[in-house]
């Protein structure tokens, strides 16, 4: 029992740093374009996909980097990887919203709720296994104290 909260209580510290991690990430990229940013509209060319291992815990569910192709306001076309990995496959050809940097338009990310399932996926996750980890603390004090009485 011990070894069971030990592993969730480790796996939700991994989560809540990962997400805070790409949420950091997120808003440092939100903040480095500032209110000049550029709006576009960007197509998927490819995706990479990427596993993070957590070590003996196992690997997370793959993530989607999608690779993203945009013309720029002097209509150069431009194409950039998305720092924010998606749970879901975007597939190619589907059409994304960008803001970029008019003066460094590799300086892009994609704009608005895309990119943001990874977030929601691992926030439900964290969400759900504090709950078993409260929820077996409960359990192992309830059993705890039965075998006192």
């Given at each position: 029992?011990?070894?069971?909260?030990?592993?969730?209580?480790?796996?939700?510290?991994?989560?809540?740093?990962?997400?805070i991690?790409?949420?950091?990430?997120?808003?440092?990229?939100?903040?480095?374009?500032?209110?000049?940013?550029?709006?576009?509209?960007?197509?998927i060319?490819?995706?990479?996909?990427?596993?993070?291992?957590?070590?003996?815990?196992?690997?997370?569910?793959?993530?989607?980097?999608?690779?993203?192709?945009?013309?720029?306001?002097?209509?150069?076309?431009?194409?950039?990887?998305?720092?924010?990995?998606?749970?879901?496959?975007?597939?190619?050809?589907?059409?994304?919203?960008?803001?970029?940097?008019?003066?460094?338009?590799?300086?892009?990310?994609?704009?608005?709720?895309?990119?943001?399932?990874?977030?929601?996926?691992?926030?439900?996750?964290?969400?759900?296994?504090?709950?078993?980890?409260?929820?077996?603390?409960?359990?192992?004090?309830?059993?705890?104290?039965?075998?006192?009485?």
């Amino acid at each position: 029992m011990l070894q069971f909260v030990l592993t969730a209580v480790f796996v939700v510290g991994c989560l809540a740093y990962i997400v805070i991690h790409y949420r950091r990430q997120a808003a440092a990229s939100h903040a480095a374009l500032g209110p000049s940013a550029a709006r576009t509209t960007g197509t998927i060319v490819s995706v990479q996909t990427r596993v993070l291992d957590l070590g003996p815990q196992g690997p997370l569910p793959p993530l989607n980097f999608p690779v993203v192709r945009f013309q720029d306001a002097a209509g150069q076309p431009v194409t950039f990887q998305s720092a924010i990995g998606w749970t879901r496959a975007p597939k190619a050809g589907q059409s994304v919203k960008v803001a970029y940097d008019p003066a460094d338009p590799q300086n892009a990310r994609l704009d608005g709720h895309e990119g943001r399932s990874f977030h929601v996926a691992a926030t439900v996750a964290l969400v759900f296994l504090a709950f078993v980890v409260v929820l077996g603390l409960a359990v192992a004090a309830f059993l705890y104290q039965a075998v006192q009485h």
